[in-house]
């Protein structure tokens, strides 16, 4: 039996196209089946069947949370208030970071607008279904996460949770509309290429602004802080804004049932993507030509191209061609410096005195293996040209230790100044730190060169899909230095146990290895 079609050309069509790319390319691409050669497109029946098995796992587990908390009502306190808006507002901020990610790759990525264009198919239809295709991908993903805790609240015979429904719907057409906006201006603006890195460091940005906020904002001085919190809550105050009636909170009321305010949340979203395909619909055709090289392009005269330079020692090299592969992979590298992005608060603190220092030692050593067991992931696995690496005339044990010391040399070289400066304070915490960290990024060395397969850098986000027991034993292992950072300046036993997990880990690494060298 076929399912539901529509006519050739027409919005829903085109949207049901848009529809199953969006779970094709949850799939991992990179998998092939056993009885073909070709690879597997799409999620597999297993994937469908294991996200239907944690979907039905997490209401059950939300139904036992929710079934022990005070009935949801209507008219909620003003504290209550306070804690949902700022639940939304961190919301907000992730729905802008994947709807960023998903306007860079349909306009950049996909490689199919161009296709599109030269049908019969009108543009203005192809940029509906585009938008409307990325508010559907980033409803789908917070959905799935969030419609337990809703759904829960509904079989408690709570009623008033259905307005959260409108409120999401709402919120992620706010956010796609707002990206969709984000990436043509810069396209208009700025040029494609120079949008593609700028677009992706905003995505990592976005996703981590509330808590870099709160992490600049604490470490200002206690003076300033009172200064400016007082005054903003005198000048709320004077224009009513802190008010249960007011329209800060119109999105928490919404999410408790106030089927007014939910309304409004969702016509504000449904209107804004309106108005964005109404008027930036010229904005859009400019942007994919400019994507697939309509513009002609001027080749620069070769007497005016920079000259490379040959560098020596193999070392060297390496780390030169690997770090200039980074560079140029703007999603890769949006990704890593969101996990810097997290590093950098706890650098300001460490030079702080008066905080709690074995939650600052704690957190360095954990995104520090963290990072490094990401950078060892590109290097090592993610080879873009392996067979031309096993032709050069070295052996490959020399470039494997090459491209190790590649991956974890700047990342102890951003934790040295934090170990430096803890020991100027506190020389217990320093030695932690040193001993933590820079064992963790060694096991983590040990674990990718014992367990990794070779795999493509677009999969940075799915590394683990298709290699699952190496990203467990990575994180098994940053866990277990982690708490031997913070058992060697509290208690003794939290360092025991941390060593013990990080020598079992070593040791189901080294059973499990791979033969490479």
């Not at 009321?253 to 619909?281: E, K, N, P, Q």
């Not at 600052?360 to 690496?389: K, N, Q």
């Not at 590649?406 to 803890?422: F, H, M, Q, R, Y």
Request: net charge positive.
């Amino acid at each position: 039996m076929r399912g539901v079609e529509f006519t050739p050309g027409s919005f829903l069509w085109l949207l049901m196209h848009e529809w199953r790319m969006f779970f094709y390319e949850m799939g991992d691409a990179s998998k092939l089946n056993a009885n073909s050669k070709k690879s597997a497109r799409g999620m597999p029946l297993k994937g469908k069947l294991l996200l239907a098995v944690v979907w039905i796992l997490m209401h059950y587990l939300a139904w036992e949370m929710m079934s022990d908390l005070p009935a949801l009502t209507r008219f909620p306190s003003f504290l209550l208030l306070v804690g949902i808006s700022f639940v939304l507002l961190i919301l907000m901020t992730f729905m802008l970071s994947s709807a960023l990610n998903r306007s860079i790759k349909a306009l950049f990525e996909r490689g199919d607008l161009d296709l599109l264009l030269s049908s019969p198919i009108s543009t203005q239809t192809i940029f509906n279904v585009r938008l409307t295709g990325i508010v559907l991908g980033v409803l789908a993903i917070f959905v799935f996460f969030l419609s337990p805790v809703i759904d829960a609240g509904l079989f408690l015979g709570q009623i008033y949770w259905l307005g959260a429904y409108p409120v999401l719907v709402g919120m992620a057409m706010l956010a796609s509309a707002a990206a969709m906006l984000l990436t043509l201006s810069l396209v208009k603006f700025i040029g494609v290429k120079r949008t593609h890195t700028v677009a992706y460091l905003l995505s990592a940005l976005s996703g981590a602004a509330i808590f870099l906020s709160s992490q600049i904002f604490s470490h200002v001085q206690e003076s300033t802080r009172q200064k400016v919190i007082g005054g903003s809550l005198s000048y709320l105050d004077q224009h009513h804004l802190l008010a249960e009636t007011s329209p800060i909170w119109l999105p928490a009321r919404a999410v408790f049932g106030d089927w007014l305010s939910a309304l409004m949340i969702f016509a504000s979203g449904l209107i804004i993507c309106w108005l964005t395909t109404r008027y930036m619909h010229h904005f859009f055709v400019r942007g994919v030509q400019q994507a697939g090289g309509v513009s002609p392009k001027v080749i620069p005269d070769s007497r005016a191209r920079k000259v490379r330079r040959f560098y020596s020692g193999v070392w060297l090299v390496i780390f030169v061609k690997e770090w200039r592969l980074i560079l140029r992979d703007f999603e890769l590298l949006a990704q890593i410096c969101l996990q810097l992005l997290y590093m950098l608060p706890l650098f300001f603190v460490v030079f702080k005195n008066g905080v709690m220092l074995p939650g600052v030692v704690s957190g360095l050593t954990y995104l520090g293996i963290s990072l490094a067991g990401s950078l060892i992931w590109v290097i090592l696995s993610a080879e873009d040209a392996p067979d031309l690496l096993q032709c050069a005339p070295l052996s490959m044990k020399q470039i494997i230790y090459a491209k190790l010391v590649t991956a974890v040399l700047p990342v102890c070289a951003l934790i040295a100044p934090a170990v430096l400066g803890l020991s100027w304070h506190d020389p217990l915490s320093g030695v932690s730190l040193a001993i933590a960290s820079f064992g963790g990024i060694f096991c983590a060395s040990l674990i990718h060169l014992w367990l990794s397969k070779p795999a493509t850098r677009d999969h940075f986000k799915r590394r683990g899909q298709g290699n699952l027991i190496p990203m467990l034993l990575e994180t098994l292992n940053a866990f277990s230095w982690t708490g031997m950072a913070f058992g060697l300046q509290t208690v003794g036993k939290w360092a025991w146990f941390g060593a013990l997990g990080a020598v079992v880990v070593l040791i189901i690494a080294w059973l499990m290895r791979v033969r490479r060298l």
